[in-house]
């Protein structure tokens, strides 16, 4: 299960997802930051907090969406990934090229 | 003599969850850590996820796999059997950690997880089934 929730802010578009992001849920989870892109946010922070899994079809997701906002001179920042979450991004380099925060303010603030 | 767990289940994706949980389960038993469970149970979603989608390319409704635990003095040995056409995943190269964004390509990085969370992993097409071994030391 995997619940994705989209807040609208100023400048900025607050994705918070809460639970698994595996290859059954990661479909889902990538239509919610699609939906966000779609609507014109190409500034997003991606909350993981509440997220205790996620596997390489959830690293997918993130590249695309990030490949999107990029190209529109945006960017996707995480915040607050787990540390089996942050394991993940570590191991395919994605920490390099995410900035990655502790906090969601932070995360926020950064833009 | 190793003590061994089967289970089979439809090569669908609303089935990896059972396939996991079924080795997470042997896994624990057997004495793992958390952290040890939960890179098993990763390993067999990435495995199984990869046979459903290039194996069967998501048309194994009809098609099964098979998940076997074999529980050693000092390892589980996990063995998944499918019936798609040859492939072995350990041939093909590793995706780049270090690739800029704009270089990366997707695919690749479930069996790169796989190598890096399992302590060995073997690969042979026997009796028209690929069978992909990997173990995990206690």
């Given amino acids: 299960m995997v619940d994705v929730t989209v807040t609208e802010l100023e400048n900025v578009a607050l994705v918070v997802v809460t639970g698994r992001i595996d290859s059954m849920t990661a479909g889902r989870f990538g239509v919610g930051l699609s939906g966000a892109i779609e609507k014109g946010f190409s500034h997003i922070v991606l909350d993981l907090a509440g997220v205790d899994y996620m596997s390489s079809a959830g690293l997918r997701e993130i590249v695309n969406a990030l490949k999107k906002v990029r190209r529109e001179k945006g960017d996707l920042r995480i915040a607050q990934p787990s540390s089996r979450v942050f394991e993940v991004l570590e191991m395919a380099g994605l920490d390099t090229v995410v900035q990655i925060f502790e906090t969601q303010a932070e995360a926020l603030g950064s833009y | ?138």
């Avoid at chain 2, 089979?8 to 949980?21: K, L, M, T, Y």
């Avoid at chain 2, 495995?47 to 390319?57: A, D, P, Q, S, V």
């Fill in chain 2, 1 to 138: 003599m190793a003590r061994e767990h089967r289970l089979r289940i439809p090569a669908v994706i609303e089935r990896v969850e059972e396939a996991c949980e079924f080795v997470s389960n042997v896994a624990r038993l057997s004495g793992m850590t958390d952290e040890a469970v939960h890179r098993c149970y990763l390993a067999i979603e990435e495995i199984c996820t990869n046979i459903i989608e290039h194996g069967y390319h998501f048309e194994g409704d009809q098609e099964s796999i098979d998940v076997i635990c074999e529980q050693h003095p000092n390892h589980l040995a996990i063995t998944i059997v499918d019936d798609s056409s040859p492939f072995n995943p350990l041939a093909q190269p590793d995706p780049d950690p270090a690739a800029p964004l704009a270089d990366r390509k997707h695919g690749g990085w479930g069996i790169y997880f796989v190598k890096k969370y399992m302590d060995n992993i073997n690969y042979r097409y026997d009796r028209k089934r690929n069978r992909l071994t990997i173990e995990k030391q206690f």
